[in-house]
């Protein structure tokens, strides 16, 4: 509609019409030189005056201008005309400004609109109007975005910053630490609004933050088994500052690209390393040693006191059955002091001669000493049991010898002790 308005009104601007800059339509004959005007380019003062005609026809001058204008070609505009004129210029203007406050927000990121420079609300992603300025005016900002703060080194870990990297520890040692800082932003007005250098703010807090865990831990924690620790617990602490100063941000990781001990210094501290590396072998094989040692050395305690303990139980129980023994054996001697004392006499004799293979006997009759070889005697006997029983006849033995019968001078002798203790037990009764 408003093209079609502006084509009415022969409002022509455009350099593609092939009649601008070469007079009205009425300007159709040839030129001075007997040429038409469209037979080359047009001149710059022909451009000026067809301006100047419309620009006139316009504002309501419907004469002709340029010299065919009675009374010397004078400006003299139609009001009414100028009015609507002016209209549709403000009218275009008035679009234009209004269509200024479109903007496309893109995916992953946030509007943020201000109402003359203080916040007013945030946008989200696709296409969006505002108040165009300076009523309003808008920020975007990218809220998915990983952003990355290096502390310590740039670009390359090799590329170090000592200002920056170079901490003090609680056992007053100097580390050099080198790590990155990963985050990304949760809300972008506080992220715009509440930090003058937001970036540089982050990066001043991980420094911080790193400072502080680092001081309050020791150098051999900080190198070794203590890095994971250290760097979770920078991420908590630098999550609670931001948190508290209101940045927006949202701390995703911190990860230690490099920790050692400063260049100047790392000779010394690797024989120092390997020296503590010496100690704990060797404390390791000591404990070692001792772990195999001990637990043998307890056993052979233990079972030295075991057989300690068993024998004094033995010991005691052999004891106590011998005195009760001896009780029984007194209680039936003083029934019949004789007879117990043949008893205990024929038992004793016999458990010597149960365990002995030879006998020597000392006749008090003669000076000869009688030699009894029980063992052969025995084998004998065996022998002529088994003979006699395969051929049904009795054996005999020897009788060449002419030594006396061992068995009747052990009888004899049995008899005689029997009888001298007879006689001796007779006067002991006589005696009381």
Do not use: C
Not at 153 to 164: A, D, G, I, M, P
Not at 235 to 247: A, F, G, H, K, S
Request: aromatic share 8%.
């Amino acid at each position: 509609m408003l093209a079609s308005l502006i084509r009415k009104i022969g409002l022509k601007f455009s350099l593609n019409d092939p009649r601008w800059g070469r007079g009205s339509q009425e300007d159709k004959g040839p030129s001075q030189n007997g040429k038409r005007p469209d037979d080359g380019p047009p001149e710059l003062d022909q451009l000026w005056q067809d301006f100047n005609r419309r620009l006139s026809r316009l504002f309501g001058d419907n004469k002709d201008g340029g010299g065919k204008n009675s009374g010397g070609g004078g400006f003299t505009p139609d009001m009414k005309g100028a009015g609507i004129g002016a209209g549709i210029i403000a009218l275009i203007i008035l679009f234009l400004w209004l269509i200024s406050g479109f903007f496309i927000v893109q995916e992953g990121q946030t509007g943020v609109v201000l109402t003359f420079g203080k916040y007013s609300h945030m946008t989200a992603a696709g296409f969006n109007w505002r108040w165009p300025y300076p009523i309003q005016s808008h920020d975007i900002v990218n809220v998915s975005q990983v952003r990355t703060v290096e502390v310590g080194y740039r670009s390359n870990v090799k590329n170090k910053q000592l200002k920056e990297a170079l901490m003090l520890t609680e056992d007053e040692n100097i580390i050099d630490i080198q790590f990155a800082v990963q985050y990304k932003l949760k809300d972008a007005s506080e992220w715009i609004f509440n930090n003058r250098e937001p970036e540089d703010t982050v990066k001043q807090v991980a420094e911080s933050s790193i400072r502080e865990i680092v001081g309050r831990s020791k150098m051999d924690f900080v190198l070794y088994e203590g890095r994971e620790k250290v760097a979770f617990d920078v991420n908590q602490l630098m999550q609670q500052i931001v948190d508290r100063y209101q940045m927006g941000v949202q701390i995703t990781n911190v990860t230690m690209q490099g920790v050692q001990p400063p260049e100047q210094v790392q000779a010394a501290f690797d024989d120092a390393v390997k020296a503590g590396q010496d100690r704990e072998r060797q404390k390791n094989e000591g404990q070692a040693y001792a772990n195999d040692v001990i637990p043998r050395a307890s056993g052979a305690a233990s079972r030295l006191q075991q057989e300690s303990e068993a024998y004094r139980a033995r010991v005691v129980a052999n004891a106590v059955g011998d005195a009760s023994r001896f009780k029984q054996v007194l209680a039936e001697y003083q029934k019949a002091p004789a007879v117990t004392r043949d008893r205990m006499y024929l038992e004793t004799m016999q458990q010597i001669f149960s365990n002995t293979t030879k006998v020597m006997v000392d006749a008090k009759s003669g000076n000869n000493v009688l030699f009894m070889p029980l063992d052969k005697l025995i084998a004998q006997a065996v022998a002529a049991d088994a003979s006699g029983g395969k051929s049904g006849t009795t054996p005999t033995l020897p009788t060449a010898s002419p030594a006396p019968d061992p068995l009747q001078s052990m009888e004899t002798i049995h008899q005689r002790d029997a009888r001298s203790r007879e006689g001796r037990d007779s006067r002991d009764r006589e005696v009381r």
